[in-house]
Protein backbone atom coordinates (compact mmCIF):
# COMPACT_ATOMS: atom_id res chain seq x y z
CA UNK A 1 0.00 0.00 0.00
CA UNK A 2 1.87 3.10 -1.54
CA UNK A 3 -0.74 5.31 -0.22
CA UNK A 4 -0.49 8.82 -2.53
CA UNK A 5 2.33 8.67 -5.42
CA UNK A 6 3.50 11.52 -7.48
CA UNK A 7 6.02 11.75 -10.36
CA UNK A 8 8.26 13.30 -11.07
CA UNK A 9 9.50 14.61 -8.32
CA UNK A 10 11.65 17.33 -9.51
CA UNK A 11 11.79 19.26 -12.57
CA UNK A 12 12.98 21.97 -14.35
CA UNK A 13 11.04 23.77 -17.33
CA UNK A 14 11.93 26.52 -19.35
CA UNK A 15 9.31 29.40 -20.06
CA UNK A 16 6.56 28.34 -22.43
CA UNK A 17 7.34 24.55 -21.92
CA UNK A 18 3.94 22.56 -21.07
CA UNK A 19 4.23 18.95 -18.90
CA UNK A 20 2.01 17.03 -17.04
CA UNK A 21 2.64 16.16 -13.18
CA UNK A 22 0.90 12.61 -12.19
CA UNK A 23 -0.30 11.71 -9.16
CA UNK A 24 -2.52 8.26 -8.11
CA UNK A 25 -3.66 6.87 -5.01
CA UNK A 26 -4.14 3.14 -4.15
CA UNK A 27 -6.60 3.54 -0.88
CA UNK A 28 -9.54 3.29 -3.36
CA UNK A 29 -10.64 6.92 -2.42
CA UNK A 30 -13.03 9.26 -4.02
CA UNK A 31 -11.98 12.72 -4.14
CA UNK A 32 -8.58 13.84 -5.02
CA UNK A 33 -6.91 17.66 -4.80
CA UNK A 34 -3.88 19.55 -6.45
CA UNK A 35 -2.13 22.01 -4.13
CA UNK A 36 1.05 24.15 -4.46
CA UNK A 37 3.16 25.91 -2.03
CA UNK A 38 4.83 28.74 -1.71
CA UNK A 39 7.24 30.10 0.83
CA UNK A 40 4.85 31.96 3.78
CA UNK A 41 1.97 30.72 1.33
CA UNK A 42 0.92 27.60 3.17
CA UNK A 43 -1.13 24.97 0.72
CA UNK A 44 -3.20 26.35 -1.79
CA UNK A 45 -6.23 24.52 -3.74
CA UNK A 46 -5.67 24.66 -7.43
CA UNK A 47 -7.68 21.67 -8.78
CA UNK A 48 -10.10 19.36 -7.13
CA UNK A 49 -11.94 16.36 -8.01
CA UNK A 50 -14.86 15.55 -5.26
CA UNK A 51 -15.85 12.31 -7.38
CA UNK A 52 -14.81 10.03 -10.70
CA UNK A 53 -15.47 12.04 -13.41
CA UNK A 54 -16.37 15.56 -12.03
CA UNK A 55 -13.60 18.08 -11.36
CA UNK A 56 -13.59 21.80 -10.28
CA UNK A 57 -12.04 25.08 -10.19
CA UNK A 58 -9.79 26.04 -6.26
CA UNK A 59 -8.17 28.94 -5.46
CA UNK A 60 -5.63 29.01 -7.52
CA UNK A 61 -6.82 27.72 -10.97
CA UNK A 62 -5.33 29.70 -13.46
CA UNK A 63 -2.51 28.19 -16.06
CA UNK A 64 -3.24 24.96 -15.11
CA UNK A 65 -5.53 21.85 -16.22
CA UNK A 66 -6.73 18.80 -14.61
CA UNK A 67 -7.74 15.42 -15.66
CA UNK A 68 -9.26 13.00 -13.51
CA UNK A 69 -8.10 9.74 -15.52
CA UNK A 70 -9.92 7.02 -13.75
CA UNK A 71 -10.52 6.92 -9.64
CA UNK A 72 -6.82 6.20 -8.89
CA UNK A 73 -5.30 8.57 -10.80
CA UNK A 74 -5.14 12.45 -11.02
CA UNK A 75 -3.30 14.71 -13.59
CA UNK A 76 -2.27 18.59 -13.60
CA UNK A 77 -1.13 19.93 -16.97
CA UNK A 78 0.67 23.29 -17.24
CA UNK A 79 0.35 24.01 -20.82
CA UNK A 80 2.78 27.29 -21.21
CA UNK A 81 4.78 27.45 -18.46
CA UNK A 82 5.53 30.78 -16.34
CA UNK A 83 8.27 31.63 -13.49
CA UNK A 84 5.34 32.49 -11.28
CA UNK A 85 4.63 28.81 -11.28
CA UNK A 86 8.12 27.72 -9.67
CA UNK A 87 6.39 25.87 -6.41
CA UNK A 88 6.12 23.07 -5.05
CA UNK A 89 2.84 20.62 -5.76
CA UNK A 90 1.25 18.50 -3.87
CA UNK A 91 -1.08 15.77 -4.72
CA UNK A 92 -3.70 14.87 -2.01
CA UNK A 93 -6.77 11.86 -1.77
CA UNK A 94 -9.39 11.68 0.82
CA UNK A 95 -12.46 8.87 1.48
CA UNK A 96 -14.78 11.02 0.13
CA UNK A 97 -16.93 11.18 3.66
CA UNK A 98 -14.07 12.29 6.02
CA UNK A 99 -12.47 15.81 5.53
CA UNK A 100 -8.86 13.93 6.23
CA UNK A 101 -6.82 14.37 3.28
CA UNK A 102 -3.43 12.01 3.00
CA UNK A 103 -0.80 13.84 0.57
CA UNK A 104 1.82 12.73 -1.86
CA UNK A 105 5.34 13.80 -1.20
CA UNK A 106 5.25 16.32 -3.53
CA UNK A 107 6.93 17.55 -7.18
CA UNK A 108 9.66 20.08 -6.77
CA UNK A 109 9.15 22.40 -10.35
CA UNK A 110 11.27 24.98 -11.48
CA UNK A 111 10.70 27.42 -14.42
CA UNK A 112 13.44 29.20 -15.96
CA UNK B 1 -9.26 37.03 3.03
CA UNK B 2 -7.07 34.43 4.69
CA UNK B 3 -9.74 32.28 6.35
CA UNK B 4 -7.37 30.72 8.32
CA UNK B 5 -4.42 32.18 10.15
CA UNK B 6 -1.75 31.64 11.48
CA UNK B 7 0.19 34.31 12.84
CA UNK B 8 2.85 33.15 14.59
CA UNK B 9 5.19 31.89 11.99
CA UNK B 10 8.12 30.43 14.00
CA UNK B 11 8.37 29.10 17.88
CA UNK B 12 11.20 27.58 19.57
CA UNK B 13 10.69 25.56 22.76
CA UNK B 14 12.92 24.11 24.84
CA UNK B 15 12.92 20.05 24.83
CA UNK B 16 10.46 18.41 27.05
CA UNK B 17 8.15 21.83 27.75
CA UNK B 18 5.31 22.63 26.00
CA UNK B 19 4.84 23.92 22.56
CA UNK B 20 1.36 25.46 21.78
CA UNK B 21 0.82 26.44 18.71
CA UNK B 22 -2.59 28.68 18.06
CA UNK B 23 -4.68 28.97 15.00
CA UNK B 24 -7.76 31.16 14.38
CA UNK B 25 -10.57 31.73 11.79
CA UNK B 26 -12.78 34.10 10.73
CA UNK B 27 -15.36 31.67 8.54
CA UNK B 28 -18.17 30.70 10.99
CA UNK B 29 -19.51 27.93 8.71
CA UNK B 30 -16.36 25.83 9.69
CA UNK B 31 -17.17 22.79 11.50
CA UNK B 32 -14.06 20.54 11.21
CA UNK B 33 -10.72 21.19 12.06
CA UNK B 34 -7.62 19.40 11.64
CA UNK B 35 -3.70 19.79 11.70
CA UNK B 36 -1.07 18.59 9.91
CA UNK B 37 2.75 18.22 10.54
CA UNK B 38 5.30 18.57 7.57
CA UNK B 39 8.79 17.91 7.45
CA UNK B 40 11.15 19.48 4.84
CA UNK B 41 11.23 17.63 1.24
CA UNK B 42 8.33 15.51 2.27
CA UNK B 43 4.59 16.01 1.87
CA UNK B 44 2.02 17.03 4.76
CA UNK B 45 1.26 13.69 7.52
CA UNK B 46 -2.75 14.50 9.16
CA UNK B 47 -1.92 14.96 12.90
CA UNK B 48 -4.88 15.14 14.44
CA UNK B 49 -8.59 16.47 14.02
CA UNK B 50 -11.51 18.14 16.33
CA UNK B 51 -15.23 18.31 15.15
CA UNK B 52 -16.87 21.37 16.07
CA UNK B 53 -19.18 19.38 18.58
CA UNK B 54 -16.19 18.95 21.19
CA UNK B 55 -13.86 21.49 22.99
CA UNK B 56 -11.02 19.07 22.95
CA UNK B 57 -9.69 16.01 21.55
CA UNK B 58 -6.64 14.34 22.63
CA UNK B 59 -4.08 11.58 21.00
CA UNK B 60 -1.33 10.86 23.13
CA UNK B 61 1.15 13.65 23.83
CA UNK B 62 -0.86 15.69 21.07
CA UNK B 63 -4.02 17.58 22.43
CA UNK B 64 -6.37 20.21 19.87
CA UNK B 65 -8.11 22.63 21.98
CA UNK B 66 -11.29 24.27 20.41
CA UNK B 67 -12.77 27.69 21.41
CA UNK B 68 -15.89 28.39 19.03
CA UNK B 69 -16.99 31.74 20.28
CA UNK B 70 -13.59 32.98 20.24
CA UNK B 71 -13.11 30.66 16.32
CA UNK B 72 -9.73 30.16 17.81
CA UNK B 73 -8.05 26.35 18.55
CA UNK B 74 -4.66 25.14 19.44
CA UNK B 75 -2.47 22.55 19.29
CA UNK B 76 -1.01 21.88 22.79
CA UNK B 77 2.57 19.05 22.01
CA UNK B 78 3.77 17.61 25.89
CA UNK B 79 6.06 16.98 26.33
CA UNK B 80 7.81 18.35 23.17
CA UNK B 81 10.55 16.53 22.03
CA UNK B 82 13.38 17.07 19.24
CA UNK B 83 11.48 15.11 16.44
CA UNK B 84 9.02 17.32 16.70
CA UNK B 85 10.64 20.22 14.57
CA UNK B 86 8.52 20.55 11.74
CA UNK B 87 6.29 23.20 9.59
CA UNK B 88 2.69 22.70 11.48
CA UNK B 89 -0.33 23.61 9.38
CA UNK B 90 -4.14 24.27 10.52
CA UNK B 91 -7.13 24.02 8.24
CA UNK B 92 -10.61 24.02 8.40
CA UNK B 93 -13.32 22.22 6.48
CA UNK B 94 -17.18 22.95 6.53
CA UNK B 95 -19.54 19.83 5.99
CA UNK B 96 -21.35 20.20 2.35
CA UNK B 97 -17.96 21.15 0.84
CA UNK B 98 -16.88 18.06 -1.33
CA UNK B 99 -13.87 18.13 2.16
CA UNK B 100 -12.31 20.97 0.60
CA UNK B 101 -9.87 22.15 2.82
CA UNK B 102 -8.75 25.67 3.67
CA UNK B 103 -4.78 26.08 4.89
CA UNK B 104 -2.97 28.15 7.16
CA UNK B 105 0.34 29.47 6.29
CA UNK B 106 2.18 27.44 8.96
CA UNK B 107 4.53 27.42 11.77
CA UNK B 108 7.93 26.44 11.75
CA UNK B 109 8.23 24.58 15.43
CA UNK B 110 11.90 24.04 16.90
CA UNK B 111 12.55 22.16 19.38
CA UNK B 112 15.82 22.31 21.09
CA UNK B 113 17.17 19.57 22.89
Known amino acids: NAGVTQTPKFQVLKTGQSMTLQCAQD?????MYWYRQDPGMGLRLIYY???????DKGEVPNGYNVSRLNKREFSLRLESAAPSQTSVYFC???????????FGPGTRLTVL | DQQVKQNSPSLSVQEGRISILNCDYT??????FLWYKKYPAEGPTFLISISSIKDKNEDGRFTVFLNKSAKHLSLHIVPSQPGDSAVYFC????????????FGKGITLSVRP
Open chain 1, 27 to 31: MNHNS
Open chain 1, 49 to 55: SASEGTT
Open chain 1, 92 to 102: ASSPGRTDTQY
Open chain 2, 27 to 32: NSMFDY
Open chain 2, 91 to 102: AASRTGANSKLT
